[in-house]
């Protein structure tokens, strides 16, 4: 690419390159005419290396999101008195190359090696595992002027609007989607028609916060009042969704929807399950209607970097390394308790590494999963121990 001073635009973004998965800094500009948005790279001549990108390239809900996923706030670039910011397990923007072909990549830092020094020169070490990029999978050292820390969240008006555009056009291509009756999506509280698969993302950083999902309104179900926030779901009743453990009892869904879209800008449902009067728990599920919300969804409660917790300090904890794909069908009004009769411990936020509210809510999710893992044990023995009753059984029969 050759250098040049490309404009008045603003260049306010990280964007990820479909060229070459790189991340540079960029300003946008939406085309209503020929409705298009073009990615400016800053300090690149421009037209020639520009992204440009039409509301008709795009086929489905999935590919927009994904699209929109590329995108974040600039990167915070450190100074040298800053180096305790950076910790292991933390995902961070990084350079990659030599003067002439320096470009930015992900990647989690995996060990850190702190060395004395002056507020003026860091001589610290960091390993980082790649995320993506030549190197991805791969562990090597750099100082800390090669790294910066990832912000996360956008709020942009031109990004909203393109969205907006390709929704619209999206809508007007299929008639995949539609208002469900009530009666096809009341029922019973889990599916008759479900897979399970293996996760396939993990805790990559890189997009986790970011994304949108406005413009949805044609899915929502025709529910009551206190329902209606919930979000759609598709004609096929196909949905992709987690199951939490560890929620406070009387933690309210709708106050988890508007968490989580105040949070990653992606409109859930939501669902708190009874629990038994001896468990100090409860269990819910969070419902999207793409995978690609779900990654999205999974790397944000999935986050090294952070716990979500109730005012208590709870942390949510994700049930299985499983998402789930089918028919996820409940009775919505007997899991929503109303707003007004929440207690207050049910109000979430975000902690994040290096603080105390961490360090508690690691080590309340430890003693949860220390006991989640003894009570697995126990389902793996009785259900060895009733299938020797059920052979003694059929043995005596004959």
């Keep these: 690419m050759t250098a040049f001073n490309a404009g008045n635009v603003s260049y306010k973004f990280d964007y990820r390159s479909t060229n070459d998965d790189a991340w540079y800094n960029c300003g946008i500009v939406l085309d209503h005419e020929k409705q298009q948005l073009r990615v400016k790279f800053e300090h690149f001549k421009p037209i020639e290396n520009d992204e440009v990108f039409s509301i008709t390239d795009f086929k489905d809900q999935d590919q927009l999101d994904e699209f929109i996923a590329r995108f974040r706030p600039v990167s915070l670039v450190l100074d040298d008195n800053e180096c305790s910011r950076v910790i292991e397990g933390m995902t961070v923007c990084a350079t990659y190359g030599d003067e002439d072909s320096l470009r930015y990549f992900d990647a989690v830092v995996d060990a850190v090696y702190y060395k004395e020094h002056t507020a003026k020169k860091c001589l610290c070490n960091y390993m980082l ?12 050292a750099t100082k800390l002027e090669n790294i910066s820390l990832i912000s996360y ?12 555009l390709v929704e619209e056009n999206l809508r007007g291509k299929s008639s995949e989607f539609f208002l469900i009756p009530k009666s096809s999506f009341l029922s019973k509280i889990t599916s008759s028609n479900e897979t399970l698969l293996p996760q396939e993302f993990g805790s990559v950083g890189h997009s ?7 413009g949805k309104e044609r899915f929502f179900l025709e529910l009551s009042d206190q329902d209606r926030d919930m979000g759609g779901v598709k004609e096929t009743g196909r949905h992709h969704y987690i199951i939490l453990e560890n929620l406070e009892r009387d933690l309210c869904p709708t106050l988890m929807m508007m968490f989580i879209h105040e949070q990653t800008e992606i409109t859930a449902q939501a669902y708190v399950f009874p629990n038994l009067s001896m468990e100090t728990y409860a269990r819910g599920a969070i419902v999207v209607e793409s995978k ?11 986050n090294p970097n952070q716990f979500i917790v109730s005012s208590t300090g709870r942390p949510w904890v994700i049930a299985e390394d499983k998402h789930r794909i089918g028919n996820f069908k409940t009775n919505l009004q007997g899991l929503q308790p109303r707003v007004e009769n929440v207690n207050t411990d049910s109000e979430l936020k975000v902690v ?8 508690n809510a690691k080590q309340l999710k430890d003693l949860f999963i220390e006991y989640r893992n003894h009570l697995n044990g126990l389902a793996q023995r009785l259900e060895k121990e009733e299938d020797k009753v059920k052979k003694k059984m059929k043995t005596d029969s004959h």
């Design 153 to 164: 969240g956008v709020d942009d008006l031109i990004l909203s609007e393109f969205s907006k």
């Design 129 to 140: 595992f790649w995320q993506h990029g030549p190197q991805e999978g791969n562990i090597t």
């Design 352 to 359: 994040w590494l290096g603080t105390e509210e961490y360090r």
């Design 208 to 214: 986790s916060l970011v994304g949108h999902s406005k």
């Design 292 to 302: 690609s919300n779900l990654k999205r969804l999974y790397e944000f409660i999935n």
